[in-house]
């Protein structure tokens, strides 16, 4: 598992997808891939109010790697220092088998190289002690970056607020 | 501005962070511009202003997307072909700026002055535009300001005597926040949505109406859907709930307050029972909310708009939910709304403008007669622009023969644009100034290019709020194209006219030197933040003492002088509003996404990516009478236009209204990505406005919807 852990907290996301064009214009992507992205899903009514899911889907740099594995030229890489896994495109060949493996849907088809696209955790800005696009542009700063343990515990603080005020 | 490396040629080189203002829509949120090698590599919001903290919403994060963008306007262009042709030739500064100042003194020479207009959307360059509009003698310089919100600004002005653009709310200490349509979290400004879940994770209540589900409505507290139009019932019942269970601030109310019994006495019949039957929100439900917010008094917001331009009673809404803010005495007060403050409060001055110099007064009245007896009461700082095709049409109050369109539409911002169309035919001169093919550019008589907001440095913007700050937009990165910031080809104009001596500048940053003289600061002091600020504390006035009202009566006026002198009522009879009378008939009803900004983004490619086309949002009931499926491609009709759109089937509205999303459907070719995608909304609203306030009733239209095969 990367070492880093890049957090939602859904209460404040409101689907606005500035994570995704960010994420987009640093990788110079134009049309197609989205190396990270927001769904949404409903609204529907639960009771009289009406309540939408908005789920940010980057790439979870697993610990055993599917596109990782599958891929047969080795241009899937998972960095040994901090196990963020990204793709170099000198070795990609574009035959799409990490698109198959993963099951997150994580790596993008970019129609414009024939080859593939990824979130890479933004390692250049990582490596400089920044944040990943995603979570610096984040209109409601509702996507947190860094190791699990700097993640503050929101979702204890909320709901012990929420108990303290009722 | 803080530098690797030094200056070569004119790019500089290797990477450098440039602190400047957003102007993907007219929010200017304080950004940090990363550019290496003379490219724009990174955009966000300025990690030194609170709230911003690094976020941009969506259009700010696609900035990079219109700055590279090659469907931009590339050159200036001189049509060759009919209007709206698309056949263009491309021609140097020299000639199109030559090809303008003739054509001006050819019509100023037979019809005056005043047949010159010229519309905008307000921006930090207006004092430029107005100067050039006056300097000619012209009274016909317009913003965008009256399709957006003339009726909240006459709203604020009948009560407070201070414009909206001289109010603000703290959303950061609220404690209940209420929202009639106001999407806060899809028609954003990133400091305030922000701030509002900073004041929601306090604890805050978000109390949202709309006939329409939004994303603001999955993040509320409390969703009302009412009918369609039925607000101002809600409110006169609100009140009447208020004043009858004495849960008003009554020591804030009795010192600042002309007019309370008159409103006790107007709102006495107005019982939620009667409200019930008008909105569709039980009777309850109208009872509950009233005791609830006023348990927060004075830390709540009933939030007056962003867009106000709804109905032909406009004025009469916006004055309710700013009164109900009065009676909470959320006025003025941390938690509720307050009253901007300039540098004049700490012995500060403010920036020059150009609009400041001893510039000749136009002898005609304005082309809308806003400010004469005719039209009393909308703002003559901003004008009345949706009446400008009748103007043009009727040669009333004279002939117009020559329209400047800069960064406004209006094709597509204005009601009924068939009309609007039939009175630009009318017109001598059309030109635009603009960034992209808008739809006005495709039509006019010639393009002047701006450069965009990464590649030009702009006027100060004086940022008047709690503490007063000042703002700067400085240039990142060279032009793309042969393209020129607005001060500049405004004054590239004048000097043709003869009215260059009004125009003291060289460059912007000669300008905005110029503008900083008398406030002790200088461009330098903006290269480190992007901003300067006159104080490090918030300023609220005194309420105790004194709030400092503009009114006549320097109260807040329930009964207003600035309505009744003017031969209006401050109380007048409530009418219930009109219903469909068919089954296929809905309410036209419009708004905004997240994703785009009015009619100026549509065709940028991360946006247009994310949202190319509008669709029609019809209630499921009334579809499945109508034999609507969703996706299905029907045609909506109004009284002045049709357009094919595809149905969205939802549960999500209320059965009395469709909506669609402003924007699309622009006939702008060039503009390839957005060109024909959805319908536009513009296209089938009637022009009906406001008479009183000046805002547009965009929801005054009726349209009929059926299925095409």
Known sequence: MSKYYLFQDQKRC???????????????????????????????????LPKAAFTFMPCFHCE??????????????????????????????????????????????????????????????????????????????????????????IRRIRHAKAQAQE | MNEDTTLVGKEKLMREEVYSLCFMCSVRCPIKVTV????????????????MAGSLCPKGAAGIGLLNDDQRVQTPLIRSGPRGSGHWRQASW?????????????????????????????????????????????PNHFTHDALCKGSVNTACRSLFGYTDGQMNVDYKNTKHLVLYGRNVFESVTVKGTNQIMQAMDNGAKLTYIDPRVTVTATKANRYLPIRPATDLALNYALMHVILKEDLYDRSFVHKWVQGLDELKNFVNSFTPEWAEQETGIKAKEIVDLAREISRDKPKVIFHYGYRGAHHANEIYLRRSILILNCLMGSVETPGGIYFKKGPGEVGGKPARKLVDQDLPKPEAIRFDKAGTPDFPLPDPAHGVAQYLPQAILNEDPYPIKCLFAYRLDPLMSMPDTQTTLKALEKLDLVVAIDINYSDI?????????????????????????????????????????????????????????????????????????????????????????????????????????????????????????????????SFPEYKTPQIPDKDNEFRLVVGRCVFHTHVSTQNNPYLNEILS???????????????????????????????????????????????????????AQAARRSFNRGVSDAMLQENISDTIGGSPAFHDTFVTVHKVN
């Not at chain 1, 409101?14 to 409903?42: F, M």
Request: some cysteine.
């Open chain 1, 14 to 48: 409101i689907g606005c997808k500035a994570c995704e064009v960010a994420c987009k214009t640093r990788q110079g992507l134009h049309q197609g891939p989205k190396p990270c992205s927001v769904i949404t899903v409903g609204p529907k009514w639960v009771g009289t």
């Open chain 1, 64 to 153: 055993n790697p599917w596109c990782v594995a599958a891929c047969p030229t080795g241009a899937m890489q998972k960095r040994p220092e901090d196990g963020i896994v990204f793709v170099d495109h000198s070795l990609c060949v574009g035959c799409k088998t990490c698109m198959s493996a993963c099951p997150w849907g994580a790596p993008q088809w970019n129609p414009e190289l024939g080859k593939v696209d990824k979130c890479d955790l933004c390692y250049d800005r990582v490596d400089q002690g920044l944040k990943p696009a995603c979570a610096t542009v984040c209109s409601t700063h509702c996507i947190h970056f860094g190791t699990p343990e700097e993640i503050p515990e």
């Open chain 2, 36 to 51: 290496e090698n003379g490219q724009v590599t990174f955009l966000e919001g300025s990690p030194h202003v609170p709230d």
């Open chain 2, 94 to 138: 020299d000639e199109a700026l030559d090809y303008v100042a003739e054509n001006m003194k050819k019509i100023i020479d037979s019809y005056g002055p005043q047949s010159i207009t010229l519309g905008e959307r307000q921006q930090l360059s207006t004092h430029i535009s107005k100067t050039f509009l006056k300097a000619l003698g012209s």
């Open chain 2, 441 to 569: 550019a495709w039509y006019a008589d010639v393009i002047l290019p701006e450069s965009t907001y990464l590649e030009r440095t702009d006027c100060v913007q004086q940022a008047n709020s709690l503490k007063p700050q000042m703002f700067l937009r400085q240039q990142a990165v060279s032009p793309r194209y042969d393209t020129k910031p607005g001060p500049m080809i405004l004054k590239g104009l004048a000097d043709r006219l003869g009215i260059g001596q009004y125009f003291p500048y060289n460059s912007v940053e000669e300008l905005v030197q110029w503008q900083l003289e008398p406030t002790g600061f200088s461009i330098d002091d903006f290269k480190a933040k992007g901003f300067v600020s006159y104080t490090d504390k918030q300023i609220f006035w005194d309420r105790e003492k004194d709030l400092k009202l503009k009114t006549k009566s320097g109260k807040i006026e329930f009964t207003s002088s600035l309505l009744e002198e003017a031969g209006f009522k």
């Open chain 2, 613 to 667: 086309e509008n669709c029609l949002w019809i209630n499921d009931r009334a579809a499945a009478r109508l034999g609507i499926a969703d996706q299905d491609m029907v045609e909506v009709r109004s009284p002045v236009n049709s357009g094919l759109i595809k149905a969205k089937v939802t549960n999500m509205i209320q059965p009395g209204a469709v909506f669609m999303l402003h924007g699309f459907g622009h006939q």
